[in-house]
């Protein structure tokens, strides 16, 4: 008869998140892995089946979490412009108020871990490309409500703002201050919405 697990896998992953953040993949051991989750080798290897397996598990639950987060702050009847600014001041508020400057772990998977890690890169990539496509989908809104030109290629700007998300959370990593990420969140937000857009 097969043991029953005396421990809860959510909790494990979500400790793991913690540990891969903090410190990275590769300076990650699985002795910090036992001592951030409270369970043994053996435990983790028969939950998870390697260091691997548990680091995916981790980075599926922070991408899930990530995308739903910013799908709930677009979900406002409010002008898009301003549930847009709400979206990225949000995140930079996530990111000057993290004691360790931790970034994103999304965006530090990306730099660490592509393209040598094909299973890291669908998981990453595909939080990217679900919040392209949040971001399209309210852009797309806000075009047909007059909120922005007729010709706004809004593929495009949710491109721009993902592309800018990561910005910030890179030049958050690297030690900017509130001021000046909030002045990339002004500026990304005056290109979105100008006036004219056969002047690009």
Same mark, same amino acid.
């Given at each position: 008869?097969?043991?029953t697990r005396e421990f809860d896998t959510d909790?494990?992953?979500?400790?793991?998140?913690?540990?891969?953040? @903090?410190?990275?993949?590769?300076?990650?051991?699985?002795?910090?892995?036992?001592? +951030?989750?409270? /369970? $043994? !080798?053996? @435990? %983790?290897?028969?939950?998870?089946? @390697?260091?691997?397996?548990?680091?995916? +598990?981790?980075?599926?639950?922070?991408?899930?979490?990530?995308?739903?987060? /910013? +799908?709930?702050? %677009?979900?406002? &009847?409010? #002008?898009? !412009?301003?549930?847009?600014?709400? *979206?990225?001041? =949000?995140?930079?508020? =996530?990111?000057?108020?993290? #004691?360790?400057?931790?970034?994103?772990?999304i965006t530090n998977t990306v730099t660490e871990?592509?393209?040598?890690?094909?299973? =890291? $890169? !669908? *998981? &990453?990539?595909? &939080?990217?490309?679900?919040?392209?496509? =949040?971001?399209?989908?309210?852009?797309? !809104?806000?075009?047909?409500?007059?909120?922005? #030109?007729?010709?706004?290629?809004?593929?495009?700007?949710?491109?721009?703002?993902?592309?800018?998300?990561?910005?910030?959370?890179?030049? $958050?990593?690297?030690?900017?201050?509130?001021?000046?990420?909030?002045? *990339?969140?002004?500026?990304?937000?005056?290109?979105?919405?100008?006036?004219?857009? @056969?002047?690009?």
């Amino acid at each position: 008869m097969a043991r029953t697990r005396e421990f809860d896998t959510d909790a494990v992953v979500e400790a793991a998140i913690g540990v891969f953040w @903090s410190k990275g993949y590769a300076a990650t051991s699985i002795q910090d892995l036992v001592e +951030a989750t409270g /369970i $043994g !080798r053996g @435990s %983790l290897y028969a939950a998870f089946g @390697s260091k691997e397996g548990l680091y995916e +598990a981790a980075l599926t639950r922070y991408a899930e979490r990530s995308s739903a987060d /910013i +799908a709930t702050r %677009l979900d406002s &009847a409010a #002008p898009i !412009r301003e549930v847009l600014r709400d *979206v990225l001041i =949000a995140l930079v508020e =996530a990111t000057v108020t993290d #004691p360790g400057r931790r970034g994103c772990l999304i965006t530090n998977t990306v730099t660490e871990r592509l393209p040598a890690d094909p299973v =890291a $890169g !669908r *998981v &990453a990539g595909g &939080a990217l490309d679900r919040n392209a496509t =949040a971001f399209t989908a309210v852009l797309r !809104r806000a075009r047909e409500r007059g909120e922005l #030109p007729p010709d706004a290629d809004v593929t495009a700007m949710a491109d721009l703002l993902v592309t800018t998300i990561q910005g910030l959370r890179v030049q $958050g990593k690297a030690g900017a201050d509130r001021r000046r990420l909030v002045a *990339v969140v002004e500026l990304t937000l005056s290109v979105l919405f100008i006036h004219d857009w @056969s002047s690009i």
